[in-house]
């Protein structure tokens, strides 16, 4: 089981600028090695030129320009490999018949990341064991301080370095055995996302929406505008950048800490979890123009500016993240999930089964037109979801 840890590392004044100069030089050679590639495929003959071959070219590199040669091999290799992933997925895309998108040039800014793929090969987790203070060693950089704020369980496999705004952060991927599973509580549970409440479970319970971006939306505005009364390239406007980007980077932060939590209560009290298979990037879609047939070239109202509104809550909730966690905490857990077709949760009546639109008068109200059975329909939901994942299971044993 391959498991991933991110910890806040705290590098010296000296150490921080070799970390920057480290993510320059590796941007260097991403743009370089997409130059190449691009240059190639320009020139008559349509030459292709792939990773193996620019990978060879790294020792000629290193050998006439010393900015280069001072990091670790392994991890300029990563970086080729990052581009080669990058022109895979562009041509996987244009197959596909959809937007392709052209792997672009890299900017200082945009490249935030360098990967080692192997522990002790040009870096070194816990370098310092012997010390109560836990460092990573980085080559061309040395020992850098790491707050550890839990313990690394498995083996561990690769090596990151991000940057996020002024903070810097080492990401591991471990290799560990399979986790006690915890123990067996005999409960099972279904739970609908929604908007008004985070989610709730078939048990009739609710777990309020925090909502956390539309708690600091008065305060990114007042940010964003006033980066928009910045001239560009200015000092002030790299510090109301960084205001603007500080806000998001909290926002963010604090979804996931709600998600880990709320996960984290679910697993530990049900064996068995059932939620709603969501196409969240459909949900997210904007509604076509309907064309006014009287007149040409106008258009009908759609309903784009609810929409928009509604997108942005679903987007607020994070439910694409929250989901993704709780499955990896099942696993690690041995719990079982399950996620079932959405379709008419919300609109078949648990009592009797029976399913229509007017079942459902209400966001909030449950009223069965044909036996009369009155609840809360985000619970209504809740219970039809546990019922087709339990029916699921029945079908597919493990």
């Known amino acids: 089981m391959i498991r991933a840890y991110k910890f806040l590392i705290r590098p010296t004044v000296g150490q921080e600028q070799q970390l920057a100069a480290m993510l320059r030089d590796h941007c260097m050679l991403y743009n370089a090695a997409l130059q190449e590639r691009r240059d190639a495929w320009r020139h008559v003959s349509r030459t292709t030129v792939r990773y193996g071959q620019q990978s060879a070219q790294l020792k000629e590199v290193r050998a006439v320009d010393p900015d280069q040669a001072r990091w670790s091999f392994s991890s300029q290799q990563a970086t080729l490999r990052r581009l080669d992933r990058a022109f895979a997925a562009f041509f996987r895309r244009v197959k596909a018949g959809g937007s392709p998108g052209h792997p672009r040039f890299r900017s200082a800014k945009r490249f935030d990341t360098v990967e080692f793929p192997k522990d002790g090969d040009g870096c070194r987790w816990d370098s310092t064991p012997h010390d109560p203070v836990t460092r990573v060693r980085l080559q061309g950089i ?75 939306a008065a305060r990114l505005e007042a940010a964003q505008q006033a980066l928009s009364r910045c001239k560009r390239g200015s000092k002030r406007c790299r510090k109301a950048v960084e205001v603007v980007a500080r806000l998001h980077r909290k926002v963010s932060r604090r979804r996931v800490d709600h998600a880990h939590k709320t996960a984290l209560g679910l697993v530990r009290e049900h064996d068995f979890i059932a939620h709603e298979d969501l196409k969240i990037r459909n949900m997210l ?14 258009f009908l109202p759609n309903g784009a500016s609810a929409k928009a509104g509604l997108n942005k809550s679903i987007s607020d909730a994070g439910w694409g993240v929250f989901l993704a966690i709780l499955t990896a905490k099942a696993e690690c857990a041995g719990r079982e999930i399950v996620a079932v077709d959405p379709r008419n949760t919300s609109r078949r009546c648990p009592t009797c089964g029976h399913t229509a639109k007017e079942n459902r008068p209400t966001q909030e109200t449950f009223h069965c037109v044909g036996c009369g059975h009155k609840a809360h329909a985000d619970t209504v939901g809740a219970l039809n979801v546990l019922r087709a994942g339990l029916v699921r299971r029945e079908a597919c044993p493990a």
């Not at 599973?181 to 479970?201: E, K, Q, W, Y």
């Not at 879609?285 to 106008?298: E, L, Y």
């Open 142 to 216: 040395g020992h850098v301080k790491v707050h550890r704020h839990r313990p690394v369980v498995g083996t561990v496999k690769t090596i990151s370095v991000k940057r996020e705004g002024r903070r810097w952060y080492v990401i591991l991927t471990a290799d560990r055995a399979q986790p006690e599973p915890l123990p067996a509580t005999g409960s099972a549970v279904g739970i609908d996302m929604g908007i008004a409440n985070f989610l709730a479970d078939s048990g009739g319970g609710f777990i309020p929406n925090p909502r956390r971006g539309q708690c600091t």
């Open 285 to 298: 879609c904007s509604p076509g123009p309907k064309p006014d047939p009287d007149r040409p070239g106008a």
